[in-house]
């Protein structure tokens, strides 16, 4: 069973920075992508970054420019730096894991409990 520990959501005054984490634990055969996703009071689930086993990454482009996503292999982490924040980036922030827990498992995604991110002066 893998778990996903977040950590470094808080509140941030606009144009601050936050870092954020997340680790994967547990069985793990390979990981295919990990990223973010985030949901604001009212809005839809909004897609911010993933990166993929080669390191690609796609950037939302609500975020492109202020966010960067990277990984750490050996760790299973993936991290998500924010800088510029701006109000409008306030939300729940939600890590997840696309990943094969053994050779012979089928691809599933597991999901992070969130962690709020709070951009207000």
């Known amino acids: 069973q893998v778990q996903l520990v977040e950590s470094g959501g808080g509140l941030v005054q606009p144009g601050g920075s936050l870092r954020l984490s997340c680790a994967a634990s547990?069985?793990?055969?390979?990981?295919?992508?990990m990223g973010w996703y985030r949901q604001a009071p009212g809005k839809q689930r909004e897609l911010v970054a993933t990166i993929n086993s080669g390191s690609n990454t796609n950037i939302a482009d609500s975020v492109k420019g202020r966010f960067t996503i990277s990984r750490d292999n050996a760790k299973n982490t993936v991290y998500l730096q924010m800088n510029s924040l701006k109000p409008e980036d306030t939300a729940v922030y939600y890590c997840?894991?696309?990943?094969?827990?053994?050779?012979?498992?089928?691809?599933?995604?597991?999901w992070g409990q969130g962690t709020q991110v709070t951009v207000s002066s």
């Open positions: 997840y894991t696309d990943h094969r827990a053994n050779l012979y498992s089928d691809r599933e995604a597991v």
């Open positions: 547990g069985r793990i055969f390979s990981i295919y992508s």
